[in-house]
């Protein structure tokens, strides 16, 4: 047995101890007080952070068709130096994952290249025209766990009727972008006094609350697993919190810089600050932290959306939408909640680690660090000290809004099924 121990880690955050990792089994062989000092290989974690692997329902990884922008390899390469252990890339690729081959190959992909696991999602029309459905049944045979036209909003209610009850046939994730295209051509920024003042077309926050409102009075009527993507607005939060009142099962997400940046970023027309939804104002950004810590919103989903400079240092609303997030987005939550005091490292365990998996169903990520377990793995620096720089990222494209901030919580260390993925000491890979 090739065995690798981790000696003085605190899971969760908690007490101090030692766990032995199973490297061929890529499980959790043993966890106890005394140090293991002739395993293969012996890390001293100082007393770092040590969580479940990271999940993150929604990201784009660009492949196939936009390479240049982020492959399957080096947008795994992103997600395991985030942290992340699986995650979930979106079907708006050219062309769209709206076949089964499609979704097989993304998938393949992955494994091959073995630093995260990669799942497909599918798309719910062909095309994501919003015209006709996909095959869901044949592509939920195979790796798609959840469809989604994202990007794109299913905005005709017939079809979004539709595509609920064959979801809920196949008993599979439907995750829809809320946005009514009628209230939001040509938009590029929250509708608002900011946006107002700098002269940008507005997106109200009616043109995601009116699809959210339908989709959970669908959702109530005919049930299925229904996931609300990037939840940006207060209005957005009260209606999610009446559905889970009257007992409606849904889920919602909410991504890092809804959490943490304003529309007050518009000022400097800087296009990495676009992004779909629109980053808001202060009370939404207020209400969704709430949402997250009370459970009304499930948890954080980076929606990394690499872009290249082409089509982001340009003017404000001809830049694309989307911002990378998947390398800082841990250090986010831990300065928002846990260095704030508002929430401790169980809650980022549970947001952006356990809860995703159970959404998704995901037998081996999101599990207790317990003996027996994957040895799905992320060891936290909380107190690393560093800026955020997007050359440095491993990322293909550059599109930080945080380019030159600070912050403390630093991911070191992660393991997929005993794999070390990312080695912080080894620059980012090994
Ligand atoms: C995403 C993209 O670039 O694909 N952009 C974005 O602004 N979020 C699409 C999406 O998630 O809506
Ligand atoms: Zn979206």
Redesign the pocket.
């Known amino acids: 047995m090739t065995t690798l121990a981790l000696n003085n880690v605190r899971p969760y955050g908690e007490d101090e101890t030692n766990i032995l990792i199973d490297v061929d089994a890529g499980v959790i062989d043993s966890i106890d007080g005394t140090a293991c000092t002739d395993a293969d290989e012996v890390i001293d974690c100082g007393g770092k952070i040590l969580l479940p692997g990271l999940v993150d329902m ?1 990201v ?1 990884l660009r492949e196939p068709g936009r390479e240049d922008t982020e492959t399957i390899a080096t947008g795994s390469d992103a997600a395991a130096k985030g942290g992340f252990t699986a995650v979930f890339t ?1 079907a ?1 690729t050219q062309p769209v994952i709206d076949q089964p081959f499609l979704a097989d190959a993304v998938w393949e992909k992955g494994q091959a290249y073995g630093k995260c696991d990669v799942y497909p999602v599918g798309s719910m029309t062909k095309g994501l025209k919003g015209e006709s459905l996909t095959e869901i049944g044949l592509m939920s045979r195979g790796h798609v766990k959840m469809f989604s036209d ?3 909003c299913v905005n005709d209610p017939q079809l979004m009727r539709r595509a609920i009850e064959y979801a809920k046939a196949y008993d599979v994730v439907l995750a829809q ?1 809320a946005e009514d295209h009628r209230m939001t051509d040509g938009a590029c920024a929250h509708e608002g006094e900011n946006a107002a003042r700098l002269g940008l077309r507005g997106w109200p926050r009616v043109a995601e609350e009116s699809i959210v409102a339908r989709d959970l009075i669908m959702t109530r009527d005919y049930g299925g697993r229904y996931h609300l ?2 939840a940006s607005t207060e209005g957005t939060v009260s209606l999610l919190r009446w559905a889970k009142a009257q007992g409606v099962d849904v889920s919602a997400e909410v991504t890092p810089h809804h959490l943490l940046l304003t529309d007050e970023k518009l000022e400097s027309f800087d296009g990495v600050y ?4 629109p980053l808001r104002e202060n009370r939404d950004t207020v209400a969704l932290r709430d949402a997250l810590l009370d459970g009304t919103i499930d948890v954080v989903a980076t ?1 990394h ?3 290249g400079s082409e089509d982001k240092c340009v003017e404000f609303e001809n830049a ?4 990378i997030g998947l390398e800082t987005s841990l250090a986010i939550i831990a300065k928002v909640f846990v260095e704030s005091g508002l929430a401790d490292w169980r809650f980022v365990a549970k947001v952006m680690s356990e809860r995703p998996a159970e959404i998704l169903r995901l037998a081996d990520q999101g599990r207790p660090i317990e003996v027996g377990e994957p040895a799905n793995l992320t060891l936290v620096d909380p107190e690393a000290a560093w800026t955020a720089r997007g050359e440095e990222m491993a990322s293909k494209s550059t599109n930080t809004p945080y380019e030159g901030s600070e912050f403390s919580a630093r991911v070191v260390g992660t393991w997929l099924r005993g794999a070390q993925t990312f080695d912080a000491v080894g620059n980012g890979t090994n």
């Not at 676009?274 to 939804?277: A, D, G, I, K, L």
């Not at 694309?320 to 911002?323: A, E, L, N, S, W």
């Open positions: 929604h784009h979106m708006n994202d990007g794109r972008h993507c990037h676009r992004v779909n939804p929606d959306a690499p872009h694309k939408p989307g911002m």
